[in-house]
């Protein structure tokens, strides 16, 4: 039996074209550019979020910082001495700072003024990173960071102004100081929201007081220490004093918070507060708290001494005393002292003053 012939089909004069799948035609080369500006543009026309960007623009910023600031040192020869190379090193160090200059100009036109490049230490050193955010309070992630810029913007100016007049303060120095705490005050309301300012105003003032002043040896709740320090804050730089110049109040100034504080507290609570502000009682608390002695014994101790130095006031402007009466009158408070300040201190700790700030109780006629 013959197979049955299959026709042939006529050959097709137009196949279709094969075709080629291209995943990925990106090329770095097309967003590259020296010019930051235009590289942060060519990063957010590709898709790129606006945190990589920023990164991305800052690293190399800092990159290219570095290669200035090796640039600064002239190639001098090892012998070139004298004004030859103070004026080489002059030039050296004006042409990296026009450079700086023109390169952070960039950065601010690509990113805003709201990152700071010159030191990243800030956000590269993890201990003083958290010290801030504890002291900032409590935001959100890109605001930190815009508060980071600031902070290091504002201490950045600040020390070049005492770097150039090399501490010696004059009236123009000053304004410059008082105009960079404007910017500074007006910036940072852009930044954070009015209780995240008030939080910024009274957590680094906290720390000072407890700095200055044993809180703990007062009925002082923690939210009306915040109040004490809003209160001073009143009295000072809104802001900056306690960020860039620590306690920053005058004694002027200091004298008119301490009325708004007594009102606060009371009369017996703002006693409380002299008293742990005290260094003569600050060195009793501590002496107190090695030997584990109750609180109210470091106050006795203290009241003691108070009423001492007013026994001996009294007793030194009395003009009907004779020399020898008089003596004798500071010999019988030296050994009242001595008696009540024993029995508030028990032997141990009471031996330990008398090496730590107690030696008044052998020569009561020092107060």
């Known amino acids: 039996m013959t ?5 042939s089909l006529p050959a097709v004069s137009n196949p279709p074209a094969s075709v080629t799948s291209f995943t990925n035609r990106f090329r770095w080369s097309a967003v590259e550019a020296d010019d930051l500006e235009q ?18 623009v800052v690293a190399r910023t800092r990159r290219r910082l570095d290669q200035l600031s090796r640039s600064a040192e002239p190639k001098l020869s090892f012998w070139t001495a004298g004004l030859r190379r103070a004026h080489a090193q002059s030039d050296a160090e004006r042409a990296v700072a026009a450079g700086r200059a023109t390169l952070l100009a960039s950065v601010e036109r690509a990113l805003g003024r709201d990152v700071f ?10 201990v003083e990173q958290a010290l801030v955010r504890f002291l900032s309070g409590p935001m959100a992630e890109e605001k930190f ?40 005050n007006q910036e940072l309301a852009t930044v954070l929201l009015p209780a995240e300012l ?15 002043a044993h809180f703990e040896a007062t009925d002082l709740s923690s939210a009306e ?4 320090a809003l209160i001073r804050a009143r009295f000072d730089d809104p802001v900056t004093g306690e960020w860039f110049e620590g306690d920053s109040l005058t004694d002027e100034q200091e004298a008119q918070a301490a009325p708004a504080i007594r009102e606060f507290l009371g009369e017996s609570r ?3 507060v002299e008293r742990a502000g005290n260094a003569d009682f600050r060195r009793l608390f501590d002496l107190g708290q090695e030997q584990e002695l109750p609180r109210i014994a470091a106050v006795q101790a203290f009241e003691m001494r108070q009423l ?12 009907s005393l004779s020399d020898a009466e008089r003596q004798q009158q500071l010999a019988l408070v030296q050994s009242q002292a001595q008696e009540g300040v024993l029995k508030a201190l028990g032997a141990a700790a009471c031996a330990q003053y008398l090496n730590q700030g107690g030696a008044w109780l052998t020569n009561v006629s020092g107060l």
Do not use: W
Not at 157 to 176: P, Q, S, Y
């Open 3 to 7: 197979a049955p012939v299959v026709p």
């Open 225 to 228: 220490i915040r109040a004490i």
């Open 308 to 319: 001492t130095a007013q026994e001996v006031v009294r007793l030194r402007a009395d003009k």
């Open 145 to 184: 960071s815009r508060l980071a810029g600031l902070l290091g913007r504002q201490q950045t100016k600040r020390d070049a102004i005492h770097k150039r007049t090399r501490g010696v303060l004059l009236e123009d120095d000053e304004l410059a100081l008082k105009a960079l705490r404007r910017q500074f």
């Open 198 to 212: 008030e939080e910024f105003t009274a957590r680094p003032r906290m720390v000072k007081l407890g700095e200055k």
């Open 39 to 56: 590289f942060a543009m060519n990063l957010r026309a590709i898709g790129c979020p606006e945190k990589t960007v920023r990164d991305v």
């Open 117 to 126: 490049i010159e030191d990243g230490k800030l956000m590269e050193d993890f």
């Open 270 to 272: 703002y006693a409380q």
